[in-house]
C-alpha cells in the first residue's frame, strides 16, 4: 500500500480534518472543492465563477501530482439547486473532453459556508 498526501499552495487548504487529496497506488481522491480561493476568500453570487474557482482548484490539486483532467475517471458533485444542472454542465465541457469521466450530480441541502457547488473527483496516474 503506497498512501501519501498531496498537498498545494495552489488551492485553498483544508477547512476541516481531511487532505486536499491522498494518492494511493496509482489512484489519486481530490476532497471536495468549494469555491475559494487558495487564500481563502470565498466567490459567491456568479454561479459560473464558483464553478471555474473550483477547477482551478482541482486543477492546481491535480498538478501537484502530475496530472491534469485528462486523467479524472469520477467526478462527484454537489448542488443546492438542481436547476443549475444545465449551467455546471456548460462549464463542466470545458474541462472534460471524450470519454467523459464517469459522474454523479447531486442536489444537497446545504454545503459548507453556504456555498452552491462543491466538486469532488477520483483520477488515474
Known amino acids: ?6 498537498k498545494t499552495e495552489k488551492a485553498p487548504e483544508a477547512i476541516g ?3 486536499q487529496a491522498i494518492s ?4 489519486v ?14 466567490i459567491e453570487g456568479n454561479f459560473e465563477k464558483e464553478v471555474r474557482q473550483i477547477f482551478s482548484n482541482l ?3 491535480l498538478k501537484e501530482e ?16 438542481m436547476n443549475l444542472f444545465s449551467e455546471l454542465n456548460k462549464i463542466y465541457d ?3 473532453t471524450p470519454p467523459y469521466p464517469a459522474r454523479a450530480v ?4 446545504k454545503l459548507p459556508k453556504n456555498v452552491r457547488v462543491e466538486i469532488s473527483l477520483i483520477a488515474g496516474k
Request: net charge negative.
Open 94 to 96: 470545458e474541462y472534460f
Open 29 to 42: 481522491f481530490a476532497s471536495g472543492q468549494i469555491p475559494l480561493t487558495a487564500d481563502g476568500v470565498l
Open 24 to 27: 494511493y497506488n496509482n489512484l
Open 59 to 61: 486543477k492546481a490539486v
Open 1 to 6: 500500500m503506497s498512501k501519501k498526501e498531496i
Open 66 to 81: 502530475g496530472l491534469d483532467f485528462s486523467n479524472v475517471l469520477m467526478v462527484n458533485v454537489y448542488l443546492t439547486d
Open 106 to 109: 447531486v442536489e444537497v441541502a
Open 17 to 19: 480534518p481531511y487532505s
